[in-house]
């Protein structure tokens, strides 16, 4: 049928043809998040979605991406273009990486292992967090991807130093240790709600002999108060990046002087991050430092970010503001309590196809060409 313009209206959109459902109908992040919410227990929810105190930084990690303009350029030949990038030696589609996130079996019964596999399908690594509920040795028997590690450096060095032994032997590739947590920030959701760890699941890469089996019941901040420490200093990066031939990241970083520092301790990579706003609240938005952290890191370390990544565009925000991978924290557990692992790996598809599209938009072909143009690509509205 042939409307009197001559277009056909039907064109690219058939009524009658089958929608899809569950996940495969989230048309981006945001309706994931949206069917998580239906799915997750609220408590649970709470604590996947807040930030601390008055989620300031928790809003601004968002809003800050959103503020960068992308000055593309037009009649360029896209049509080869590719989002490959290598990480650590290993060649990945998208500079993207699943940041680590505790308990994911809150969010699904399969949690850590469903968003392993949907990593590792996509070709992309996922950081396991050091509060998982899945031991990692099944994590990595879960997927040949890439798997990088998170780690909380303990008040029991010996205990850290095993764990990184033990990880290493599993085959984790690589460590990501955290720095912006000498002690746990508040979050007043879970306070009100009093949150515990459900029945039934366990930290289980945190057991120690001799201590408790299981947290069930108990609230994370006093059950695993061992497993952080107030005291820890440069020095503790270098002891964990001598114990260990894999590569360190300090994640957590958001001053140029850091950055420095944390090469300067023998770290492979620094992460660019402010724990998706849930530790210091008034800490910057990950946008507005990573382009003077990034310089500071000048060729001599990773560089990754996090912190509001909703869209595809911000990879090449953060690429071309001198990240060499971005990471997702929440968007992955929207997409565990949407559908497990086929909800992640929509999550993870979404964040690519958005990103290629985006790269084409653009006018450029690959995250290696969106570094050398930088700022002439990206700038800051006004
Ligand atoms: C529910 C939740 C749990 C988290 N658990 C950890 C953790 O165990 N270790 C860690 O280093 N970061 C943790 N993070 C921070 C993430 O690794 C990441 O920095 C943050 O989620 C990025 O922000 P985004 O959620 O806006 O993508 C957690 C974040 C959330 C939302």
Same mark, same amino acid.
Not at 139 to 145: D, E, K, L, N, Y
Not at 197 to 205: A, H, K, M, S
């Given at each position: 049928m042939t409307s009197r313009d001559g277009t056909s209206p039907a064109a690219g959109f058939n009524p009658a043809a089958p929608r899809p459902a569950g996940v495969d109908a989230a048309v981006n992040l945001a309706d994931l998040e949206a069917l998580a919410a239906s799915r997750i227990e609220r408590t649970a929810w709470d604590y996947y979605r807040s930030g601390a105190w008055d989620e300031t930084t928790l809003a601004r990690n968002t809003d800050a991406w959103r503020e $960068?303009?992308?000055h593309y350029r037009g009649m360029v030949d896209v049509s080869g273009r590719h989002g490959r990038t290598t990480l650590f030696g290993r060649e990945v589609p998208c500079p993207l990486v699943l940041a680590p996130t505790a308990m994911q079996k809150m969010a699904h019964p399969d949690g850590e292992c469903a968003a392993a596999r949907a990593a590792g399908a996509a =070709?992309?690594?996922?950081? $396991? %967090? %050091? $509060? %998982?509920?899945?031991a990692l040795?099944?994590?990595?028997?879960?997927? %040949? =991807?890439?798997l990088w590690m998170q780690i909380y450096i303990s008040q029991d060095r010996g205990f850290t130093r095993d764990l990184v032994a033990r990880a290493e032997a599993a085959g984790i590739e690589a460590f990501a240790v955290t720095a912006d947590t000498p002690v746990w920030g508040i979050r007043e959701r879970d306070m009100r709600n009093g949150?515990?760890?459900?029945? =039934? $699941?366990?930290?289980?890469?945190l057991e120690r002999p001799g201590g408790p089996t299981g947290h069930s019941g108990v609230g994370i901040g006093g059950a695993l108060s061992w497993t952080i420490d107030a005291t820890l200093t440069w020095k503790d990066v270098e002891m964990l990046a001598s114990s260990t031939s894999r590569p360190v990241l300090v994640k957590g970083l958001c001053r140029p002087d850091d950055v420095r520092a944390a090469i300067d301790s023998g770290a492979k990579g620094v992460w660019i991050s402010n724990h998706g706003g849930r530790q210091l609240d008034g800490a910057p938005a990950t946008a507005d430092v990573l382009a003077e952290c990034a310089g500071a890191a000048r060729g001599r370390a990773t560089v990754v970010v996090d912190g509001g990544v909703r869209r595809g565009i911000d990879i090449l925000r953060a690429v071309a503001l001198g990240a060499d991978a971005v990471a997702v924290g929440r968007p992955i557990l929207w997409g565990l309590g949407a559908g497990g692992e086929a909800g992640v790996r929509r999550a993870l598809d979404i964040l690519r196809a958005e990103f290629e599209l985006a790269m084409a938009l653009a006018g450029v072909v690959s995250p290696a060409e969106i570094r050398t143009l930088g700022r002439d690509l990206v700038r800051r509205r006004g």
């Open positions: $960068l303009e992308i =070709g992309l690594p996922m950081c $396991l %967090s %050091s $509060l %998982s509920t899945t040795e099944d994590v990595r028997a879960a997927t %040949s =991807g890439p949150f515990r760890v459900p029945d =039934g $699941l366990r930290i289980v890469n």
